[in-house]
């Protein structure tokens, strides 16, 4: 199993251009979630899914839209990026929400927004 | 909203020390509890969780926590760090009614020399 998976692994982006972050899980896993970790500020959730083709807000989500299409996959949209959303972007799913179901996390996306 | 706080945002420590990382959590409502580690350039992974049941949990690479409820404190011990410890160390929380989503603390990042 190759767990959770993030494409890209960087990106450099132009102020207003837009890019989809792609992340993909073969646990067969109900729940995903997007967070962004800036220095000093810990992870905050951008957005999450409870199952296919419904997503909710988490803390951040100004500035990005979400889409599960499809079970396995949860792509992250920055339509016009901007500096502010510089970070270091990671995926994670679980089985269900429910606490004793561990979110297992991926490698990261690093983006920098000029 | 619950909030996690970290109270140190790096503690230095030397190989065979002992070393307590401080988490302090906001709500006094039944929570679940989590420690998780990040080591560099890669994503978070699950030291321990405490649910329910014994306030004494034990995880994963010889960590152990303490839920103390009416302190709201979850603090992780090691009672000797090996350099291979060296990571960043993040506290987050879960709390009903759903217990969805994490609500994590900024980390503390444990840094061990020889």
Excluded at chain 1, 80 to 92: D, E, K, R
Excluded at chain 2, 26 to 54: A, E, M, R
Excluded at chain 2, 69 to 91: G, M, N, W
Aim: glycine letters at 8%; hydrophobic letters at 35%; one cysteine or more.
């Amino acid at each position: 199993n190759a767990g959770v998976t993030q494409t890209p692994k960087f990106r450099v982006l132009k102020t207003g251009q837009s890019m989809t972050l792609l992340c993909a899980q073969d646990m067969n896993h109900e729940y995903m979630y997007w967070y962004r970790q800036d220095p000093g500020m810990g992870l905050r959730l951008i957005h999450y899914s409870v199952g296919e083709g419904t997503t909710a807000k988490g803390e951040v989500p100004d500035g990005y839209n979400v889409s599960r299409l499809k079970k396995q996959n949860f792509l992250l949209g920055l339509e016009s990026a901007a500096p502010s959303q510089t970070s270091v972007y990671f995926c994670a799913s679980s089985y269900r929400g429910q606490a004793y179901n561990e979110q297992f996390f991926g490698p990261g996306t690093r983006l920098t927004v000029l | 909203a619950q909030s996690v706080t970290q109270l140190d945002s790096q503690v230095p420590v030397f190989e065979e020390a002992p070393v307590e990382l401080r988490c302090n959590y906001s709500s006094s409502v039944s929570v679940y509890l989590f420690w998780y580690v990040q080591y560099p350039n890669q994503g978070l992974q699950l030291l321990l969780k405490y649910l329910s049941g014994s306030t004494l949990v034990k995880g994963i690479n010889g960590f152990e926590a303490e839920f103390n409820k009416s302190q709201t404190s979850f603090h992780l011990r090691k009672p000797s760090v090996h350099i291979s410890d060296t990571a960043e160390y993040f506290c987050a929380v879960s709390d009903p009614p759903r217990y969805s989503t994490l609500t994590f603390g900024k980390g503390t990042m444990l840094l061990v020399s020889p």
